[in-house]
């Protein structure tokens, strides 16, 4: 497979980079500087240095590939950091399109999830403008001509570990958080699995 992966440099973005190279993938991470290449060496890694919102760039990107997984996102809880979700969906739509490019996977967030508890009503008030872009980055995507897949997830973690639950349409019980390595787990087995259309899922932890 050939696999694009944008915020490669990003924490959960190092673990799909290193997850896909270990499953045999020719993997292109994109990064935005020549300072955030990848320290890791491989014969199968091309850093790809761009802005990942600029849709020129990312159609040379994707020349060529099989699929795409985004871990881009804001920072902080700004306007400005958070806008990076709805920016590059539209780079990507355009890049996808130039490319006859389907197999798209992406990041999100759990709180695009109706509320469940008092605490995800503060937090989605605490930190409105990842709901706002967040959400307008998956009305963009889902409303291409893709085989989208959308991980919606809560806190992520650092822990050792792979294993995930994940769940259509809804965030598995109890499942607040999740290891940036379970996630890139999902992240990987979803372009790995053939899929039609928008499907969001939300994805956890295990027990």
């Given amino acids: 497979m050939n696999l694009v992966v944008l915020g490669a440099n990003g924490r959960t973005g190092i673990q799909v980079v290193r997850l896909a190279l270990d499953?045999?993938?020719?993997?292109?991470?994109?990064?935005?500087?020549?300072?955030?290449?990848?320290?890791?060496?491989?014969?199968?890694?091309?850093?790809?240095?761009?802005?990942?919102?600029?849709?020129?760039?990312?159609?040379?990107?994707?020349?060529?590939?099989?699929?795409?997984?985004?871990?881009?996102g804001g920072r902080l809880p700004t306007k400005k950091a958070t806008s990076i979700y709805p920016l590059s969906a539209r780079a990507i739509v355009k890049a996808a399109q130039g490319n006859g490019l389907k197999r798209i996977t992406v990041t999100s967030s759990a709180l695009l999830f109706p509320p469940r508890r008092w605490s995800d009503r503060a937090l989605s008030a605490l930190v409105p403008n990842v709901v706002h872009s967040a959400t307008e980055m998956e009305k963009i995507l889902c409303s291409a001509d893709l085989d989208l897949v959308v991980a919606r997830c809560g806190f992520l973690t650092d822990a050792d570990e792979t294993k995930y639950r994940s769940r259509l349409d809804a965030l598995p019980e109890d499942g607040s958080s999740i290891s940036r390595r379970s996630l890139a787990h999902f992240l990987v087995d979803s372009v790995n699995r053939s899929s039609r259309g928008p499907a969001i899922y939300g994805v956890s932890r295990p027990r």
């Fill in 23 to 72: 499953q045999g993938a020719h993997v292109g991470a994109v990064v935005r500087s020549e300072a955030k290449r990848p320290s890791i060496r491989h014969d199968k890694l091309k850093a790809i240095v761009g802005d990942p919102c600029d849709p020129k760039f990312l159609t040379e990107a994707f020349r060529d590939q099989d699929a795409v997984i985004s871990t881009l």
